[in-house]
C-alpha cells in the first residue's frame, strides 16, 4: 500500500504553498497593519475636528452637512479623514480575507488528516508505509494547529478596530451636532487614543521634559532669591506652579488615557515604550511636586 502513502505526500504537498502563507506571523503582520491605519483615521477625525472649527470662526453656524461642504477648510478635513477611514477598511477587510482563506486551507487540511486518520486505522502493524504514513500525520498535525491560529486572528480585533470605519457616517453626524466648544470640555473615545500615537507621544515627552526643567529651574531661583528678599522669590514661585499646572494636566490626561483604554495599549507596537512614558510621566510629575512643595517649606522656614 505503498501508493497510499504516496497519494498522501502528493496531496500534502499541495497544500504546502499555502500552508507557508496562514501563519501567526502573518497574522500578527496584518493587525499590526490595522493598528496603524486605525491610528492615522484616529488622526483624520482630528483634523476634521479641526477643519469644523476653522469653518465655524468662518461663519458657518449650520449642523447640516451639505452646508459645510460649501467651506474649503471642512471640505479637505472630511476628504482627509474618510481616506483614513477607508484605508483603515481596507486592511480590516484583508484580514477578513486571510482568516476566511485559512479557514477553507484549513478544511482541506483536516480532510487529508481525517483521510491519513482512516487509512491507519485498517492497515495492519507490520505495514511497510506505517512509519512513514505517521510520521506524515505528526507533521500535519502541527501545521493544522498553526493554521488554525491564524484563521483565528479576526476574533483578536477589539471593537473600535473592527467598526470604526462602519460608524464612520455616524460620528461625522454626531460630531456636527456638537456643540463648538465641547472639545475643551471633554475627551471622548475619539480623542483620548490620539495621545497614544508616537508622533503625539513624542511631543508631549519634549513638553514634560521642558516643563520639568523649568520647574527646577525657578524652584532654585526662588530659594536663591528669598535668600536676599522674599518678595522676589513669589514670582519665581509662582511661575513654577504655572508650569507644573501644565505638566499635572498632561500627565492627567494621559493617565486618564491609560484606565480608558487598555485595548489600544495592549495591541500597540511599542506597548512596553509607552508603559514606560506613561510611568515616567507620573513619576516626574511625582518629583516635581515634592519640589515644589519642598521649595515653598525651605521659603517658609527662612522667613520665619
Not at 502528493?10 to 486605525?38: P, V, W, Y
Not at 520639568?212 to 528669598?226: G, M, P, R
Request: charged share 35%.
Amino acid at each position: 500500500m505503498a501508493k497510499e502513502l504516496e497519494k498522501f505526500k502528493a496531496e500534502h504537498k499541495k497544500l504546502a504553498a499555502g500552508t507557508r502563507r496562514f501563519t501567526a506571523a502573518e497574522g500578527d503582520k496584518l493587525k499590526k497593519r490595522i493598528g496603524i491605519s486605525l491610528g492615522n483615521a484616529w488622526e483624520g477625525e482630528d483634523y476634521f475636528r479641526e477643519s469644523l472649527a476653522k469653518a465655524r470662526a468662518d461663519g458657518v453656524k449650520s449642523e447640516k452637512l451639505a452646508d459645510f461642504q460649501k467651506n474649503k477648510q471642512f471640505k479637505d478635513g472630511l476628504t482627509t479623514w474618510n481616506k483614513a477611514v477607508d484605508i483603515h477598511q481596507q486592511e480590516v477587510d484583508a484580514m477578513k480575507g486571510f482568516c476566511a482563506e485559512a479557514k477553507a486551507h484549513l478544511a482541506k487540511m483536516s480532510k487529508l488528516a481525517a483521510d491519513i486518520e482512516k487509512d491507519l486505522k485498517k492497515r495492519s502493524k507490520t505495514s511497510a508505509s506505517k512509519k512513514d504514513i505517521e510520521a506524515l500525520q505528526g507533521e500535519l498535525a502541527k501545521e493544522i494547529a498553526a493554521v488554525k491560529k491564524a484563521s483565528e486572528y479576526e476574533g483578536k480585533l477589539n471593537a473600535a478596530q473592527k467598526l470604526y470605519a462602519a460608524n464612520f457616517q455616524k460620528k461625522v453626524n454626531a460630531i456636527l451636532k456638537e456643540k463648538p466648544d465641547s472639545h475643551d470640555k471633554k475627551k471622548d473615545a475619539t480623542e483620548l487614543p490620539q495621545l497614544l500615537v508616537d508622533r503625539n507621544l513624542k511631543k508631549y515627552t519634549n513638553q514634560v521634559g521642558a516643563l520639568v526643567k523649568a520647574i527646577n529651574s525657578h524652584c532654585i531661583a526662588a530659594i536663591d532669591k528669598a535668600g536676599q528678599d522674599l518678595k522676589a522669590a513669589v514670582p519665581e514661585l509662582k511661575a513654577a506652579m504655572a508650569k507644573f499646572n501644565d505638566l499635572k494636566k498632561i500627565n492627567d490626561q494621559y493617565q486618564t488615557a491609560k484606565k480608558k483604554f487598555p485595548g489600544a495599549i495592549e495591541d500597540s507596537k511599542d506597548k512596553k515604550k509607552l508603559l514606560a512614558t506613561l510611568k515616567k510621566f507620573n513619576d516626574l510629575t511625582a518629583a516635581s511636586e515634592r519640589k515644589l512643595r519642598g521649595t515653598k517649606v525651605t521659603i517658609m522656614k527662612a522667613a520665619a
